[in-house]
């Protein structure tokens, strides 16, 4: 029982620490952590802590939108999926599944 076991969050940790250790915009000699937070009614949050080897401000947006990119492109090889509360769209989107299946409101 003292085994360790992968489950898919933290194989998905690891791969984000790979990725962002690998990654030539990242700065390799300041502080870079990927860690689980406590897990939350909206889910189990992961906080990503690193640098940047560039101060400017364009450049920097445009490394950190290309990793978040990539981070939510890969997240269903893992079996994850973002955790987004519904909107008045996703309701309506619904609407017609619930009354093919129950029928019409009376």
């Given at each position: 029982?003292?085994?360790?076991?992968?489950?898919?969050?933290?194989?998905?940790?690891?791969?984000?620490?790979?990725?962002?250790?690998?990654?030539?915009?990242?700065?390799?000699?300041?502080?870079?952590?990927?860690?689980?937070?406590?897990?939350?009614?909206?889910?189990?949050?992961?906080?990503?802590?690193?640098?940047?080897n560039t101060i400017a401000w364009n450049?920097?947006?445009?490394?950190?939108?290309?990793?978040?990119?990539?981070?939510?492109?890969?997240?269903?090889?893992?079996?994850?999926?973002?955790?987004?509360?519904?909107?008045?769209?996703d309701m309506r989107e619904l609407r017609?599944?619930?009354?093919?299946?129950?029928?019409?409101?009376?």
């Amino acid at each position: 029982m003292n085994t360790r076991r992968i489950t898919n969050i933290g194989s998905f940790r690891a791969y984000v620490e790979h990725y962002l250790r690998h990654n030539p915009n990242i700065h390799q000699n300041m502080t870079l952590l990927v860690r689980q937070l406590s897990p939350t009614a909206d889910g189990l949050p992961l906080e990503i802590y690193c640098f940047t080897n560039t101060i400017a401000w364009n450049a920097y947006e445009g490394i950190q939108s290309d990793i978040f990119d990539h981070l939510l492109a890969i997240l269903p090889e893992f079996g994850l999926r973002v955790f987004q509360h519904p909107s008045g769209a996703d309701m309506r989107e619904l609407r017609p599944a619930i009354v093919e299946q129950h029928g019409a409101a009376q």
